[in-house]
């Protein structure tokens, strides 16, 4: 075709859409959608599974890929569930159908020593603040390197107020 050409179906095609038009009226949006959708091999477990994950989400609590798989595991065994894999693939496909998605969690609105980074939810979750804990170590030894100090631990403040506005960049010889 050249430039500014329009491709035209033929008389053909057009008879064929126009036969099947009361067909492609009844279809819902999901067929029109034209790829295939694969039924799940165990629509229990993943049921279970989804309503486990909207009870995280309602208190607030992350989720992430492993634990879901961890969870899985009993509710298959529940249900006689045999060699069912959590793949990768199977993780994404689970997600779409039931509306979630993997997301990272954001903001510091509670407080928690260990925290997932990620989530899994309908709606994003706020996040835990940061742990911010640091310790200062001082090292110590003479010029040739004859007598070696123990470790000085000087405390958990990322720059301590005792040393003013020195750093350890500065070196004093005596």
């Not at 693939?89 to 159908?97: A, D, I, L, T, Y």
């Amino acid at each position: 075709m050249g430039e500014g050409k329009v491709a035209v179906p033929s008389q053909s095609t057009i008879s064929e859409i126009l036969s099947k038009k009361d067909n492609f009226l009844a279809m819902t949006d999901e067929e029109l959608n034209g790829k295939r959708k694969r039924p799940c091999a165990h629509p229990d477990t993943e049921k279970a599974l989804a309503q486990f994950v909207n009870e995280m989400e309602s208190k607030g609590a992350p989720i992430n890929r492993e634990s879901l798989c961890n969870q899985a595991i009993p509710i298959g065994n529940a249900l006689k569930i045999i060699n069912f894999e959590f793949s990768n693939g199977w993780m994404s496909n689970f997600e779409k159908r039931f509306s979630f998605k993997s997301r990272i969690i954001h903001g510091e609105a509670e407080s928690a020593v260990t925290i997932p980074r990620r989530t899994i939810s309908k709606t994003p979750l706020s996040g835990q603040k940061d742990d911010k804990t640091r310790i200062t170590i001082a090292l110590a030894c003479n010029a040739d390197v004859s007598h070696k100090y123990k470790l000085f631990f000087i405390g958990h403040a990322a720059k301590r107020r005792c040393f003013g506005e020195k750093t350890g960049d500065y070196t004093i010889f005596i």
